[in-house]
Structures are given as C-alpha cells and as structure tokens.
C-alpha cells in the first residue's frame, strides 16, 4: 500500500539553528499538506500546494518557515532560527486533486532545546 | 465560516462497552465530514468520510457514524471498544464551498479504554 514518507521521524535542535523536514506524497498526488500539531491540539494547516503552487499559506510564519515542492513531487518544510515555541509534530499528508480524502505521514516530532 | 466542535476532550470506556465520540459542526454549506484517528506519535489515519451520500457511514475497526444535518452532528460510535481503540480521534470538516477548500480539524478527543 503507497504511503506518505517523511524525514526524519525526530529532530532535536538548539533555538536558534535551522532545521528542515522532508515529505514524498504519495506517488500522483497533486495535492499535499504541511499540518503542525501542538501536543494535545488538533493539526493546525501551515501550507497548502497544488502541484508546485502554493494554494495556502496563510498560517505560515514566514518570518521563520519556508516550503517548496520545486518539481511537484515531494516537498520541503525549514524553519530558520527555531524557536522553543516551535517543538510539535509536524505532519505532511497529501491527496487527489480536488479530493478531501487526506493521507498522511507518520510525522517528525521536533524539540527545540 | 466553519468550525467544528469535539465535545469531549476525554473518554474513558471499558473494554466491550460502546464508544460514543462526540463532534458538531457548523458550516455555510453541506459539508462532507471525516474521522481520523491518531496513535501515540503516529500519524492520521482515516477512519471514515461523509460526503453527502448515505447518512449513516460505516468506516474501518467497526466504527460508523451517522450525519444529523438537524443536528448538525457528526458523533463517531462503535457497538464494543477494543484495548487497541485506545487513541486520539479527529473530527474534520470541509466546507465543500466551492474554489478553494480550507480544512478545519477539531481540537481531538482521547479515547481511553480501560481492561
């Protein structure tokens, strides 16, 4: 069964540093999703793209994160300084074009020390 | 606007007895809804989807849940819980509004079941 990968499963980072995520949707998946999910909060959206476009990003802090899906396909979050406010889960998930039906990854859990 | 409103923060069942995980919405349109459930430092999975066929929509595990548009509810139940139910449940609206679709989650409820 195709799933969604993402690396790495954990990230223990200082404040200040840079950190980033990967995720490969599953294989024609327009669609794909950065959530991050406070402990004991439901997933809360950072970024939408449909193929290489960015749809949402409107929960974005771009003072400090980035994402790119430069070639459609899979994609890349970074967060540049972290912050202790920052530690979560960060999940990907991806789905059909114009299709609600969410797949997601396992998650990096991120600690900022 | 929408919102979606996980009624209990926690449950607490024993094994065998029902679940019964509640969630309302509220939307400007005819949504479709889904649950998804979460393992501890796992991601989502999808239990089941409603959207807009069938109200009562059986989903995997055993679970089913039944779309009240009077009551604007979309409660999540199964007939007898299993120690391996034992996670955090999402309830999720999309507004189906047309143009672009935000998703809303609830805030989750964890399901504890008890031997």
């Known amino acids: 069964e195709a799933e969604v990968a993402q690396s790495p499963r954990y990230k223990i980072t200082e404040k200040s540093q840079a950190v980033a995520f990967w995720c490969d949707p599953i294989?024609?998946?327009?669609?794909l999703y950065w959530y991050r999910q406070i402990l004991g909060q439901g997933p809360e959206l950072l970024v939408q793209?449909?193929?290489?476009?960015?749809?949402?990003d409107s929960q974005l802090p771009k003072d400090r994160f980035s994402a790119e899906r430069l070639k459609g396909v899979d994609s890349t979050l970074k967060i540049q300084p972290a912050e202790l406010g920052d530690s979560a889960m960060y999940l990907c998930?991806?789905?059909?074009?114009?299709?609600?039906?969410?797949?997601f990854g396992p998650g990096t859990r991120l600690t900022v020390t | 606007a929408q919102s979606v409103t996980q009624l209990d923060s926690h449950v607490s069942v024993s094994e065998g007895t029902p679940v019964l995980l509640r969630c309302n919405y509220s939307?400007?349109?005819?949504?479709?809804l889904f649950w998804y459930v979460q393992h501890p430092n796992k991601g989502l999975q999808l239990l089941l989807k409603?959207?807009?066929?069938?109200?009562l929509v059986k989903g995997i595990n055993g679970f089913e849940a039944e779309f009240k548009k009077s009551e604007t509810s979309f409660h999540l139940t199964k007939p007898s819980a299993h120690m391996s139910d034992a996670a955090e449940y999402f309830c999720?609206?999309?507004?189906?509004?047309?143009?672009?679709?935000?998703?809303?989650f609830g805030t989750g409820t964890k399901l504890q079941v008890i031997p």
């Open positions: 999720v609206v999309w507004p189906n509004s047309g143009g672009y679709q935000k998703v809303t």
């Open positions: 939307s400007s349109y005819s949504p479709s």
């Open positions: 409603y959207t807009s066929a069938a109200t």
């Open positions: 998930a991806s789905s059909l074009t114009n299709q609600y039906e969410q797949y």
């Open positions: 294989s024609g998946h327009a669609t």
């Open positions: 793209f449909q193929d290489e476009s960015v749809v949402d």
